[in-house]
């Protein structure tokens, strides 16, 4: 989880969400990636895809049958259905999600009998500084806006958004 964390520090450093994921077999990592989204143009590049994306490209399979994903935030749908199709065995996730988590925040896709794979989930790793990391990220992002809505107001002509109406 510490690897899945530095990437996480590449995100935030890059202005992404600071979310990141690393592919592990037989003790060696095989592929690593960094939520770039916004980087990418990509709505699909989250964390886990882009680690999934690397350790399919090392392996030379897209199907990764004895690997553990670890990665800083519980999965959402989209990640979820990559890694039921990758064949991880193992996901060992950080922070909850609670507003997307698909590991048993607001689902549970790794319990759903209907799907044809399933990968064993362990969550709450290293939970405290994952979820940090997303705190502190978003609390800057808030101080930015305000900012940015501060200067805004300055600008003749521009309309004050708390003037009343």
């Given at each position: 989880?510490?690897?899945?964390?530095?990437?996480?520090?590449?995100?935030?450093?890059?202005?992404?969400?600071?979310?990141?994921?690393?592919?592990?077999?037989d003790g060696e990592v095989v592929g690593a990636g960094w939520n770039q989204p916004i980087r990418a143009q990509d709505p699909s590049a989250h964390a886990e895809i882009m680690a999934l994306r690397a350790a399919?490209?090392?392996?030379?399979?897209y199907r990764l049958p004895g690997c553990t994903l670890?990665?800083?935030?519980?999965?959402?749908?989209?990640?979820?259905?990559?890694?039921?199709?990758?064949?991880?065995?193992?996901?060992?996730?950080?922070?909850?999600?609670?507003?997307?988590?698909?590991?048993?925040?607001?689902?549970?896709?790794?319990a759903e009998p209907r799907l044809n794979h399933h990968a064993q989930v362990e969550g709450g790793v290293l939970a405290g500084e994952c979820a940090a990391l997303l705190r502190e990220f978003f609390a800057e992002r808030r101080r930015e806006d305000r900012t940015r809505s501060d200067e805004d107001r300055d600008q003749p002509g521009t309309p004050d958004p708390d003037a009343p109406r």
């Open positions: 989880m510490r690897l899945a964390l530095e990437q996480a520090r590449l995100a935030r450093a890059a202005g992404e969400v600071p979310v990141g994921a690393v592919v592990v077999r399919g490209r090392r392996l030379g399979n670890y990665v800083t935030l519980e999965p959402c749908a989209m990640c979820s259905g990559a890694i039921f199709h990758a064949r991880i065995a193992r996901v060992v996730y950080g922070a909850p999600d609670p507003k997307t988590g698909t590991a048993g925040s607001v689902l549970d896709l790794y």
